[in-house]
């Protein structure tokens, strides 16, 4: 095994294969696609494999820093890797599930990860990192720890995602089949958060304002939303206010389609959850808005020319999940819209 010591100044010739293992949600997977641009710029001629969770993995298929893209849990991880020992010249595992750390000694021969509770553990690896003070680091930044422990330095902070042929020409069907192609300007809309952290979402009626404002500027403006799930009055609120304009794809797509159909939007306008990440990774014209309990500097894609990322302002009486997002005005969010949408379409 590598000394720890020995990790920043390894021959990068002798790092044939690594093994990435992040098993996240959907906004740390892809604010975790930045660490393979830094190892494929430390270790060109490796091939990369990542790990990720069953159902968050395939937001980094297409990528072209990765070889192979693949599933485990920490349920399946101590079943695995017992007849493939040190298939791996190195491991790098993001996270704390000790079972995925364990896996990882097991397939390859120098493993980095953060430290871990489990002190013997930490002994084997190759090097622990410290978890930092996040006081004053991004979470993309957050990520980048570990593959600076191997001499990999950021290449880029942007978040990454590949639409592939396919999936761009399937988008495009349903934009003919729902009379989208001539939309001047195409919007859509993310209204939810997950249940668990509602406290994120920002007022239905707020959205539709939004949408009525920018449909009366720009007359051929159409709007399309998405979420697994929502509330059928709330999208019969946008069906009536946006009668004529609006389609709905809440709960019908998967998330590579999700994603697709939001590679082809000019403007996404959203709450802080998964489809927000995808936006920001696809770099498109884009507006997220942040509760004061989550700090936009911290949690937003980076290096990112056309985001405008709304930052509640915190009150009086601190910050909390009582607090309402409805503070965040219309008015503020029509502003970063007009920018953005200024000049590019017909009035």
Not at 136 to 161: E, I, Q
Not at 232 to 237: G, N, T, V, W
Not at 253 to 277: C, E, F, M, N
Request: glycine share 6%; with cysteine.
């Amino acid at each position: 095994m590598f000394l720890s010591a020995s990790l920043l100044d390894i021959d990068v010739n002798e790092v044939k294969r690594i093994l990435v293992i992040h098993v996240s949600r959907i906004g740390d997977t892809l604010l975790g696609t930045p660490v393979m641009d830094a190892l494929a710029g430390r270790f060109p001629d490796a091939e990369i494999t990542f790990l990720g969770h069953p159902k968050r993995a395939e937001l980094l298929e297409n990528l072209p820093t990765l070889a192979q893209v693949g599933r485990i849990t920490k349920k399946v991880a101590p079943f695995k890797g017992w007849f493939s020992r040190h298939h791996y010249d190195l491991a790098v595992v993001d996270g704390f599930d000790e079972p995925l750390v364990k896996y990882a000694l097991r397939v390859a021969k120098s493993v980095v990860a953060f430290r871990q509770q489990d002190e013997s553990l930490n002994a084997v690896l190759a090097t622990a990192v410290a978890f930092p003070d996040m006081a004053n680091m991004t979470a993309v930044d957050l990520h980048l720890l570990l593959p600076l422990a191997v001499g990999a330095s950021p290449k880029t902070r942007a978040l990454n995602y590949v639409v592939s042929t396919e999936e761009s020409q399937w988008a495009a069907r349903q934009l003919a089949q729902y009379d989208l192609v001539d939309a001047q300007p195409l919007v859509g809309l993310v209204v939810e958060s997950f249940p668990t952290k509602p406290y994120r979402d920002w007022p239905t009626e707020h959205f539709v304002a939004v949408a009525k404002v920018i449909r009366a500027r720009y007359p051929k403006a159409r709007f399309m939303l998405f979420g697994g799930s929502l509330g059928a009055d709330k999208i019969r609120r946008f069906e009536t206010e946006l009668a004529g304009a609006f389609v709905s794809f809440v709960g019908q797509l998967s998330l590579r389609q999700s994603a697709a159909l939001i590679s082809k939007l000019d403007l996404y306008l959203g709450v802080d959850t998964g489809p927000t990440h995808i936006a920001g990774a696809l770099k498109i014209p884009m507006i997220a808005l942040y509760h004061c309990m989550h700090p936009a500097w911290q949690l937003a894609p980076q290096e990112h020319p056309q985001l405008v990322a709304i930052q509640q302002e915190t009150p009086p009486e601190g910050r909390s999940g009582q607090v309402s997002m409805a503070s965040i005005m219309v008015e503020t969010v029509v502003e970063a819209a007009m920018t953005l949408l200024s000049g590019r379409y017909p009035t």
